[in-house]
């Protein structure tokens, strides 16, 4: 991330982390009211990664936006997620050693399948819920000489930082950490955290331009130097006010009859999916589970990379899918149709495409509302959404 833009520019952090998005809406509204002669009904906001940073920072900030809101994958605990990016580049390169190449990925993606896929029920390389995977990076530490079907001692150290997630110098969890089960695939590790070569990750290009861009100003920063407990410090006083989408407490958006949908799927390798997991805990804590129950749902998509792809049923309705545009099928059409006639959303049935073929689907699965969890039923097709049951 090219991030010299904002160097000497505090009016441009804040443009990006919030005013922005808001000025955007507030002039186009008044286009609309300009060339309409009457301003527009309802209003929807949809965004994933970055977008879903800004579509949370619209229902905490500006509340009368708009009427309904889908957030997917959100960045919005920004400057601990940044303040990860380089302690885990940190974790893959300050020991050459430790730094997995992508030919080990899938040695990776293997154990923890052996290990955990069966857990559900299903044996389809999908993890229903990772939180329940309890893989031990040990159990494929090479025994004689190194090889692409093991991982040698320090490659095992840093899997394991991987995994437990960012820590402060008290041993205090300050961003959690990535789950197991996401590390195979196109969109996988190998491109956002391990990368194609040391600090080659899409995830190390962002802890870079963030601290020598948004924090430091220095062009020259060098993630090695970088420290948890100080560099985050700086990163907090500096660009948290502008750019973090953490604040619990909606009432003002509920209070407009405002509706958000949250989205983030299981395999999401950029940002974990635990984040938005701890978000949604925290508005259901700062609100009360009933109020939060009246204009909030987080849905969480098995086997789903970072706003779409990866192994699961990553079609439904979510940020640029345009297959489908009905409530049983569709977040988005969900969101309206709560919005517009009071119908809070249920189970939504995603469905998994093969290639380009877009009209018959290879896989269907329920969609639960968090923390319900689609469970196989123990017959049937395990292709079709019909033999699972949304439960705690």
Not at 83 to 94: E, G, H, K, N, V
Not at 251 to 263: D, S, T, V
Request: hydrophobic share 35%; proline share 6%.
């Amino acid at each position: 991330m090219d991030a010299a833009w904002a160097i000497g520019h505090p009016e441009k952090v804040v443009d990006f982390g919030h005013r922005g998005i808001h000025e955007m809406t507030r002039v186009a509204k008044a286009l609309i009211q300009a060339y309409y002669a009457k301003a527009p009904q309802r209003s929807y906001f949809a965004g994933c990664s970055d977008g879903g940073r800004e579509a949370l920072m619209e229902a905490q900030r500006y509340p009368e936006d708009y009427d309904g809101i889908l957030a997917g994958a959100p960045a919005n605990n920004w400057t601990p997620l940044l303040t990860t990016a380089a302690y885990d580049t940190q974790a893959l390169t300050l020991d050459p050693a430790s730094f997995i190449p992508p030919a080990k990925i899938p040695t990776i993606g293997a154990a923890v399948n052996a290990a955990c896929d069966e857990a559900d029920g299903v044996r389809d390389g999908i993890l229903n819920d990772p939180r329940q995977c309890h893989f031990d990076p040990a159990t494929i530490q090479c025994k004689a000489e190194d090889s692409e079907k093991c991982l040698t001692s320090p490659q095992v150290m840093a899997l394991k930082k991987l995994y437990e997630g960012t820590l402060d110098s008290k041993g205090h969890v300050v961003y959690p950490g990535y789950l197991p089960g996401a590390e195979e695939g196109q969109g996988g590790w190998g491109l956002w955290i391990t990368g194609p070569a040391p600090a080659k990750s899409l995830m190390a290009f962002f802890g870079n331009g963030f601290f020598s861009g948004f924090v430091y100003e220095k062009p020259d920063w060098d993630y090695k130097t970088f420290k948890v407990d100080s560099d985050l410090k700086a990163a907090n006083e500096k660009t948290a006010q502008a750019l973090n989408a953490t604040d619990a407490d909606l009432k003002p958006f509920k209070a407009r009859g405002g509706k958000l949908i949250l989205y983030h799927g299981w395999n999401d390798p950029a940002i974990t999916a635990l984040n938005t997991i701890n978000y949604y805990d925290s508005v259901t804590k700062k609100m009360g589970q009933k109020d939060a129950d009246s204009f909030v749902r987080l849905y969480m998509a098995p086997g789903v990379q970072h706003c779409g792809g990866g192994p699961g049923a990553d079609s439904f309705g979510a940020v640029g899918d345009l297959k489908f545009d009905d409530p049983q099928h569709s977040l988005d059409a969900s969101l309206e149709q709560w919005v517009e006639k009071g119908t809070a959303p249920s189970t939504i049935i995603a469905s998994k495409f093969e290639g380009q073929d877009r009209t018959h689907a290879k896989m269907t699965r329920p969609l639960c509302a968090y923390p319900q969890a689609a469970k196989y039923k123990g017959s049937g097709d395990t292709n079709d959404a019909a033999n699972f049951v949304c439960r705690k």
